[in-house]
């Protein structure tokens, strides 16, 4: 039982209760003894007991369990010379039986019995003054001393049965508390089995549709293959969360901090997410140029943190859109990652803001019947907000939207900052975006507040006009070397944009079924319209015309692309073939050298930002491992680095050549001209060719990738 009791809750609460009972007591004690002139030397020795006591339980230099006796002890001498006393004879009675009321909460027995004894030792001595006294001993005094030494009994015996009782009640609970814990070990153990058993056949049907879909030439066919692959990833992705999940629940989440990239870390997040967002939503991110280009963290995790947040905000939107907005706190040993995602959905209720971390919940099902998912999204996210060391707060009201900040603690590894432009004082940037054509007020806000950051943020120069004749005017009077236009600022003068695209740089900012006409001169950057794609295209060539008529075709160029994000793969190889090449791709850096070692390639495209092996080693290992013909194949760099000496690092580090992620075509198609040997180059007439644009993921595609990825780790 005492082993028990010193793990209990009560016990160590009952310290204090006690120490301050002890206080009061002699306080009391001390002002009755100066006011009935008692013995003065014995209070020195009561402040020197009381302060020892508080001395003891500040300190904590022995375990608790002798301290306690240590307290108790003092505490009797102390009653006892208050005790001892004629005029406090029968005022023991009520004192000891209200200690031992409160010695009740150390479920000690023992001390419950001693308590006892010290009363009947000092009733015993106050009797006998008593009878040898000049008072006398009448039958009121042997009555009172006989009902004082009962109550004092009962309430010991009280106490006993209280704390016997207790303990079976915490003998019976704990036995109760280990057998729930063990089915919720087994049913984990069981949900953790049964998602790796069924993540097999779902990775083949996956896989499987998807070179069906690639294969299958009657559209109708098609369509349903589609929505097979479609069904199969909803369930990949309920595994995936069941597994996070259990991990958390058995409180097994390892942590594995590596170094990383915002940069990175948000690009392939943005392109796993483009398959989710409705074309009539807009998702704004936010980040604060000041922000270090590299940090060490879970990044895995962090990248799940942001994907539960957005994907629920892109879920329970219906209009208007998400806004993800990412700063820093300098701290002593780094700093702390601030992220706020807020939406304009549906927003949650009192009564579901309690609820909200809980396991399976999804509100009320009439608001969330149009969703999918198992509703672990938000107990994930705590979860590994807890292990990272973080912590979270949600804001919202019914109708009003959500609004969650997190904040996780980094390590700097590069302090530089995360976006840079060269030469900012030469670049002179025009923007036509229209904001105010977003219904929803909270949107414009949060495009108002992007732009503003990034202007700022970078220190350059930005002329904005909402509407075609502002635009006019102020290109009479001032040359532009970047034009960021809206897609359907763009389709309001078509013309006298694309003019203005044969002096300048003009980017339009539009959603993934847009297309420029053939012959245009400027280029698309798909939504979601943030810091480092403009970034990038701000450290790209103003030069925007081509230097022969015609596309550009590497046809039977064997290319291998190595990212670790299959997303990022498919992009790239549906843009890769697009050119005539035969494209493998490969998720890590070692599994690049091992598809090196046995096959020939004539070009090699390398993320940078890798685990285990980034892309900068393992460029080096092939340039070293290999024979003298694999050391001469051209390997290009393929990161979000949004930071305008990225290129010359790179080039210095030995790549052949730098291409930003979202990739630029006309940027990629630069960079291709220089690598490859003219003989796997070629000019093809545009109007005999299909037009050229960045592909989108097909679904079921998507699907075989990570098909692929996934059988590797298991």
Request: glycine fraction near 6%.
């Amino acid at each position: 039982m005492e082993k028990q009791m010193k793990k209990n809750e009560l016990f160590q609460a009952s310290h204090m209760v006690i120490l301050i009972s002890y206080t009061i007591f002699s306080v009391i004690l001390i002002g009755e003894a100066l006011l009935l002139s008692w013995e003065k030397w014995a209070l020195l020795l009561i402040g020197f007991s009381l302060i020892s006591s508080w001395i003891l339980h500040i300190g904590q230099v022995i375990p608790e369990y002798q301290r306690i006796w240590i307290y108790s002890i003092l505490m009797m001498g102390t009653f006892f010379f208050y005790g001892i006393h004629e005029t406090s004879a029968f005022d023991l009675a009520p004192v000891v039986i209200a200690v031992i009321m409160i010695y009740t909460m150390t479920g000690l027995k023992a001390l419950i019995t001693l308590w006892q004894v010290t009363y009947y030792v000092t009733i015993g001595y106050d009797i006998l003054q008593i009878y040898f006294g000049d008072e006398g001993f009448d039958s009121l005094i042997v009555t009172r001393t006989l009902l004082h030494l009962t109550l004092v009994f009962m309430s010991g015996w009280i106490s006993r049965t209280i704390i016997d009782k207790w303990e079976k009640v915490l003998v019976k609970s704990r036995e109760e508390i280990e057998i729930l814990t063990d089915a919720t070990d087994r049913l984990n153990d069981f949900l953790a089995n049964i998602s790796h058993e069924i993540r097999t056949p779902i990775n083949a049907v996956i896989g499987l549709t998807g070179v069906c879909i690639e294969k299958e030439k009657d559209e109708e066919i098609k369509a349903n293959m589609q929505s097979v692959a479609e069904a199969g990833k909803r369930v990949a992705e309920q595994i995936s969360d069941i597994l996070d999940y259990s991990e958390i629940d058995m409180e097994k989440v390892a942590v594995n901090g590596e170094d990383y990239m915002i940069d990175s870390l948000l690009n392939d997040l943005v392109v796993q997410l483009s398959p989710y967002k409705a074309p009539e939503l807009e998702l704004i991110i936010d980040v604060d140029p000041e922000l270090p280009t590299a940090m060490h963290a879970d990044v895995t995790k962090l990248k799940k943190v942001l994907w539960h947040l957005i994907m629920n905000g892109l879920k329970y939107t219906k209009e208007g859109g998400v806004y993800v907005r990412i700063t820093s706190i300098p701290q002593a040993y780094g700093l702390n990652l601030c992220m706020e995602v807020r939406d304009t959905g549906i927003g949650m209720s009192e009564e579901e803001m309690e609820h909200i971390f809980e396991r399976f919940f999804q509100g009320d099902s009439g608001r969330t019947r149009s969703t999918s998912g198992l509703g672990l999204g938000m107990s994930v996210v705590n979860g590994f907000v807890k292990a990272l060391n973080g912590f979270l707060t949600i804001e919202s009201k019914l109708g009003e939207g959500t609004t969650i900040r997190i904040s996780i603690p980094q390590t700097i590894v590069d302090s530089s900052k995360c976006m840079a432009v060269s030469e900012p004082e030469n670049l002179n940037l025009g923007a036509y975006l229209h904001f105010e054509k977003f219904e929803n007020p909270q949107v414009r806000e949060f495009y108002n507040a992007m732009v503003k950051d990034i202007v700022q943020g970078l220190k350059v120069r930005m002329h904005r006009v909402d509407n075609i004749e502002n635009l006019r005017a102020l290109s009479q009077n001032v040359h532009f070397t970047h034009l960021f236009v809206g897609e359907e600022e763009y389709e309001s003068d078509i013309e006298f944009i694309e003019n203005m695209a044969k002096n300048t740089l003009v980017v339009v900012v539009a959603n993934n079924d847009f297309k420029l006409p053939k012959g245009s001169r400027a280029r698309i950057m798909r939504k979601p319209f943030y810091c480092f794609p403009v970034v990038n295209v701000l450290n790209s060539s103003v030069d925007t015309g081509r230097e022969e008529e015609g596309r550009l075709y590497c046809r039977g160029a064997r290319a291998l692309v190595v990212d670790d994000e299959p997303m990022n793969l498919l992009v790239a190889n549906n843009i890769f073939r697009q050119y005539g090449m035969v494209v493998s791709t490969a998720a890590s850096g070692r599994e690049a050298i091992e598809m090196c070692n046995s096959n020939e390639y004539d070009i090699i495209f390398m993320d940078h930002m890798m685990p285990e092996m980034d892309g900068i080693e393992t460029m080096k290992r092939i340039r070293t491992d290999f024979d003298r013909d694999k050391k001469d194949v051209p390997i290009v760099a393929l990161t979000a680095n949004a930071v305008s000496t990225a290129k010359e690092m790179f080039i210095k580090e030995g790549f052949d050549g730098f291409i930003s992620k979202p990739i630029e075509l006309i940027e990629m198609e630069r960079v291709l001209k220089k690598v490859l040997p003219k003989s796997l180059l070629s000019i093809e007439r545009i109007d005999s060719q299909p037009e050229k644009e960045e592909a989108a993921p097909k679904k079921a595609e998507t699907e075989s990738i990570m098909i692929m990825r996934e059988e590797r780790t298991i």
